[in-house]
């Protein structure tokens, strides 16, 4: 009789999900195929057989099979993934704190998952991730009837591995680069909170992109520079400089208040003032101050959009 087997070592939840996810998939084969599934005490497994008098052709072998590796497929993504990316992390990159664990399966996720923007996205996206798992299952059950997930997972799935052993390389830098970037802003913070006061209120006009104006609190340009009637920078492509400069600024002129005048209150070097300098920011996305620098809010935001 027509067999294909799938062993799991221990008995689980996810292992009966999985059944009934093969058995929804399989709903147009059943009347050629039979699926049951069985605990042991160390073990469980699914069985698909042929419930025929003949054997399965050719073709029908390999649309079973098919159906079967694409189930497993998403399951060892839902129900392992994270238990390879930890092994990674913990193994391969000798991290053992747990909190800086889960940032970094954190910063994983965003990649696999489509959470973010990143570029990883396009390459490392859960379909094509379950298509190179399929594929390599498919081929196994060419010459094999009894898949062992455990050892499947242990000794086979190089390329998968792979994949992931890169994306975890990624995050574990990203990760490294935040928290830099964290201990910087503490530090900045700290110094902010130590130095007294120098003037009560500046305006920061954010005119989109990378371009800032600064006023003081009679809304007259600061002359920071001795060289300029204002204080305006545009610098593409070259955001950590730009964005150095313009907190270095402000923590050299050490204001009381920093009322940020924006259409963009999501920008980076907005969110950055606002770690840096807490409760002496307010922002501002409309009023009569910024109204003839920025212009009409409804202009304005369909203009950078």
């Not at 058995?23 to 069985?47: A, D, G, H, N, W």
């Not at 008098?53 to 649309?63: C, G, P």
């Not at 730009?242 to 999501?266: N, Y």
Request: glycine content about 2%.
């Amino acid at each position: 009789m027509d067999l294909l087997k799938l062993t799991f070592m221990k008995p689980a939840d996810e292992v009966v999900q999985l059944n009934n996810d093969i058995l929804v998939r399989m709903q147009p084969l059943l009347y050629k195929v039979k699926l049951s599934y069985e605990e042991f005490p160390r073990f469980s497994v699914i069985y698909c057989l042929n419930s025929l008098t003949q054997s399965w052709k050719h073709s029908e072998k390999i649309e079973i099979s098919e159906i079967l590796a694409r189930a497993v497929a998403d399951h060892i993504i839902a129900h392992k993934e994270i238990e390879l990316l930890r092994s990674l992390i913990c193994e391969d990159f000798s991290y053992q704190n747990e909190p800086e664990i889960n940032k970094i399966i954190r910063y994983c996720n965003q990649m696999l998952n489509n959470e973010d923007d990143s570029l990883y996205v396009a390459d490392h996206g859960k379909n094509r991730r379950a298509l190179t798992i399929s594929n390599e299952i498919k081929q196994f059950f060419k010459k094999n009837n009894d898949l062992n997930l455990d050892g499947f997972l242990e000794f086979r799935l190089k390329e998968y591995k792979e994949e992931l052993r890169e994306v975890v390389e990624y995050a574990v830098d990203e990760f490294i680069m935040d928290k830099q970037y964290q201990e910087f802003i503490a530090l900045l913070k700290y110094f902010v909170f130590i130095q007294e006061a120098k003037i009560p209120v500046v305006h920061l006009m954010h005119k989109g992109g990378h371009e800032f104006v600064l006023f003081n609190e009679q809304m007259t340009p600061m002359d920071l520079k001795a060289t300029e009637d204002s204080f305006k920078i545009e610098i593409l492509d070259q955001e950590f400089n730009f964005e150095d400069l313009v907190v270095s600024t402000l923590i050299s002129i050490a204001p009381q208040e920093i009322h940020i005048h924006t259409r963009e209150p999501e920008v980076q070097v907005i969110q950055t003032i606002m770690q840096i300098f807490e409760n002496r920011v307010q922002i501002c996305e409309y009023c009569r101050q910024c109204k003839p620098i920025l212009g009409d809010r409804m202009i304005q935001n369909q203009h950078y959009t």
